[in-house]
């Protein structure tokens, strides 16, 4: 795999996004209670969790540092609302300096400013695993163009797979084993603790 940075990321980043917010519009109002693959949240939940993660990395492009800006509210309309905060991001990711800044992350690692590459990076793959976690709790999938799967996989391998994976609150679950021949999407999954074949097989 060859070095992605720049305008190389940022492109793969924003459709990592759109990936999201296609996944998201294909839900219903009327499926907005049910499973996701992420434990103990149904769909309502985990719309809210990625609203306030899209504006919290969007506010973090911005200077922002504030933990507060982070924080998961209930929404009337989180379809809606979710595009609202694609858009915001994107927005934030789209400053042409922003390979200049140091982003702070609170919900990862509190009191450490990020290069804004790596941020960028830590936001795509979140963006790839939720749009999966969304369109596989209303019975769909996603599909990933080759070089944004390559980018999700680079920074799912680079995620530490520790006791902190099993801890509550943690962003992923410990990863699972993957098979020769696997897809490079379900090996992004396995690698952070999805099983592809949820509801069916679920870890």
């Known amino acids: 795999m060859h070095t992605i940075e720049g305008e190389e990321l940022r492109a793969r980043h924003a459709r990592a996004v759109r990936v999201s917010v296609d996944a998201v519009a294909r839900a219903r109002p009327d499926q907005l209670g049910g499973a996701t693959p992420c434990a103990d ?8 969790h990625m609203i306030a993660q899209n ?18 509210r209930p929404s009337a309309d989180p379809i809606a609302d979710y595009r609202a905060s694609a858009d915001d991001v994107l927005a934030a990711f789209a400053a ?73 609150g943690a962003a992923f679950a410990p990863g699972l084993i993957v098979s020769e021949g696997t897809s490079v ?19």
């Open 41 to 48: 949240w149904h769909l309502r939940a985990l719309l809210e």
């Open 55 to 72: 504006h919290g990395f969007a506010a973090a492009a911005r200077g922002g540092d504030d933990p507060g800006l982070w924080t998961v």
């Open 96 to 168: 042409r300096d922003i390979f200049e800044r140091t982003l702070q992350l609170p919900e990862i690692l509190p009191g450490y400013g990020f290069p804004a590459a790596r941020a960028i990076g830590f936001h795509l793959v979140d963006s790839v695993v939720h749009a999966w976690d969304v369109a596989r709790s209303i019975g769909d999938s996603i599909t990933l163009d080759a070089d944004l799967a390559e980018a999700a996989l680079r920074v799912a391998l680079a995620v530490p797979d520790g006791p902190e994976r099993s801890a509550p």
């Open 185 to 203: 999407l379900d090996r992004i999954l396995l690698v952070l603790g999805r099983s592809p074949g949820w509801p069916d097989a679920a870890a």
